[in-house]
């Protein structure tokens, strides 16, 4: 009915009808409504695979291997008796923020955004000439050479599966038919 019936409608209809009607309006950014409504991607569909949450994983294990290594530097820069404290310094917050790449990358898979795919393979293919590093040096940092190698293609091989790539709605080239 209209509110231009006001005659016609029955006795039950509430008085505040035009409030009512303005409040089941849907607000921007309620989450409802055509405003704020977009259409499902193909990456927000269905759960997420085990391959994409063990890459995300991998690159927040890295990203806070990094983080945690950065801030021993800045302590010991600081407070302890380097060589260089200037250089352990900038050591320590280089690294901080080499791991603040491979920790926003994680948070990016976790969250399916196609983005985080590129930070993430980046971080594993830097991770390869440390670990080569690592491995062609002597005594306690051989097994931390293995360990890294193992991580970073262990990373490289869950962020390149077909089924990460989908699931981040990532798709190949086109192929003509």
């Not at 196609?114 to 293919?125: D, F, H, K, V």
Request: proline share 10%; glycine share 12%; aromatic share 2%.
């Amino acid at each position: 009915m209209s509110t231009s019936d006001k005659g016609t409608t029955p006795k039950t209809t509430p008085k505040t009808t035009p409030r009512t009607d303005s409040k089941a309006t849907p607000r921007t950014g309620s989450g409802t409504g055509p405003a704020t409504a977009s259409a499902p991607s193909p990456a927000d569909e269905g759960p997420r695979p085990g391959r994409l949450t063990a890459a995300a994983a991998v690159c927040g294990l890295e990203g806070l291997a990094l983080a945690v290594g950065g801030v021993y530097l800045l302590v010991m820069g600081l407070l302890g008796r380097p060589d260089s404290p200037a250089q352990a310094e900038m050591g320590g917050v280089t690294l901080i923020a080499l791991g603040a790449i491979p920790l926003l990358a994680a948070r990016g898979l976790l969250l399916r955004r196609s983005w985080s795919r590129g930070p993430a393979m980046i971080t594993q293919i830097m991770a390869l000439p440390v670990a080569y590093t690592l491995l062609t040096s002597t005594g306690g940092l051989i097994p931390a050479g293995i360990a890294l190698a193992v991580v970073a293609v262990t990373g490289l091989v869950l962020i390149l599966n077909p089924a990460t790539t989908e699931a981040l709605g990532i798709r190949g080239p086109a192929r003509d038919a």
